[in-house]
């Protein structure tokens, strides 16, 4: 494994939490078109796009010129909840962002959400990365691997030179096809590098320590 020379990091679940938000927005929409919708099934479409997430959900027994309606509809019950609530990082993911700094290693964010901007602006963080690659960059979301490949030819390094970290098993698969060292975060990921319960193991010699 060559030496790690970037970082790249998902957004939701890993440098803050915004999965409560997104399960209320989920929820007040598919209430309103009379289906059912559990915290297991958010757990199901986390790390998915918009449209895969309504269609895994929903079904395909909605007109097709309907939906763009109803992804909108959640994305603006999404960031009034954002608009509502002040966003903090979750535990150790300032502590390695300064240690990254420190040890001159580049640092992106890679999140299929098209909000990513929004959130770090609430989170004052927008400065603490070298490259932001969001959901509205890339045609294909994860499993593909098109936006870390993106994140790394902006950042100028080579993808095996990159480290991921991602909470999502979709992000996890996606990593791999890039060709990208890959840490996970949650004991129920498959596949991952190096695998840690939370944010808080996150300590820059682990994210930097080779793996065969």
């Excluded at 209320?24 to 078109?33: G, P």
């Excluded at 994305?75 to 420190?102: M, R, V, W």
């Excluded at 975060?185 to 190096?194: C, V, Y």
Aim: aromatic residues 8%.
């Amino acid at each position: 494994m060559p030496v790690i020379k970037a970082v790249i990091f998902d957004l939701d679940g890993v440098v803050t939490s915004t999965d409560k938000f997104h399960y209320l927005a989920w929820k007040r929409l598919f209430d309103e078109l009379g289906i059912k919708f559990t915290p297991e099934d958010n757990e199901k479409i986390k790390g998915v796009g918009r449209r895969e997430s309504f269609d895994l959900i929903a079904g395909s027994g909605f007109p097709e010129k309907s939906i763009p309606e109803y992804l909108n509809k959640k994305n603006n019950y999404y960031c009034e909840l954002l608009a509502a609530n002040e966003l903090y990082p979750l535990p150790g993911i300032s502590e390695l962002l300064n240690a990254l700094d420190f040890g001159g290693i580049k640092k992106a964010i890679a999140s299929g959400s098209r909000n990513a901007r929004l959130i770090l602006d609430n989170l004052h963080m927008v400065d603490r990365f070298d490259v932001i690659v969001d959901g509205t960059m890339c045609q294909k979301s994860k499993p593909a691997p098109d936006i870390f490949l993106l994140a790394a030819r902006m950042l100028s390094v080579s993808p095996c030179s990159c480290a991921v970290i991602e909470d999502s098993q979709v992000g996890i698969e996606a990593a791999a096809k890039a060709g990208m060292k890959s840490i996970g975060i949650g004991s129920l990921l498959e596949g991952a590098d190096i695998l840690l319960s939370s944010t808080s193991e996150l300590w820059i010699e682990t994210v930097l320590q080779k793996t065969s």
